[in-house]
């Protein structure tokens, strides 16, 4: 299902469980995506994008991605809306201190973005960076997604 949003056009994907995918770029839809799921997907997230939402409560179905990477991507499930943590404080979160890189490795491999939001993970010294493999496109809409959380100050 492609929705377009104030960041851009987003492809979203689901099976029979849950969501399986966001996307910035065109993805193909499962044949048995759950079209509730979709629908649900499509609503809250213009809910969030609306100002109207500040979590999401849909069900998931990650299929992809190590045990490392997924703790990650629960840890980042954490980060309240509105809120940015280092990536050397999500490390010390997950109890491995020396993982800062491969955090950035999970997050770029985060199959749900915005839904687990990695945006709102930035550098120590409070620079944005990594987001969608580090693209100055990427930087732009992680900037924006802060915005909306008023997690940065609005920049005319």
């Known amino acids: 299902m492609k929705i377009n949003t104030p960041v851009g056009c987003l ?15 065109p993805i193909d839809e499962n044949s ?7 629908s649900d997907a499509k ?13 999401f409560t849909l069900p998931f179905s990650i ?3 190590t045990l ?5 991507w629960q840890a980042l ?7 940015m943590c280092t990536y050397k404080e999500l490390a010390e ?39 969608m493999g580090n693209s100055g496109e990427g930087l732009v809409i992680k900037r924006k997604l802060l915005e909306l959380e008023e997690a940065l100050p609005k920049i005319k």
């Open 43 to 55: 609503m809250q997230l213009n809910e969030y994008f609306a100002g109207q939402r500040q979590s």
């Open 77 to 83: 499930q954490e980060i309240p809306y509105g809120q």
């Open 93 to 131: 979160v997950i109890t491995n201190p020396k993982a800062v890189r491969a955090i950035g490795q999970a997050n770029r491999m985060n199959p749900l973005p915005i839904v687990i939001p990695c945006h709102r993970v930035i550098g120590q010294n409070g620079q944005l960076t990594g987001y």
């Open 32 to 38: 048995r995506a759950d079209q509730k799921i979709l």
């Open 11 to 25: 492809w979203l994907d689901a099976d029979q469980v849950g969501l399986t995918a966001i996307s910035f770029e």
């Open 68 to 72: 490392f990477q997924k703790k990650v």
């Open 63 to 65: 299929q992809k991605g």
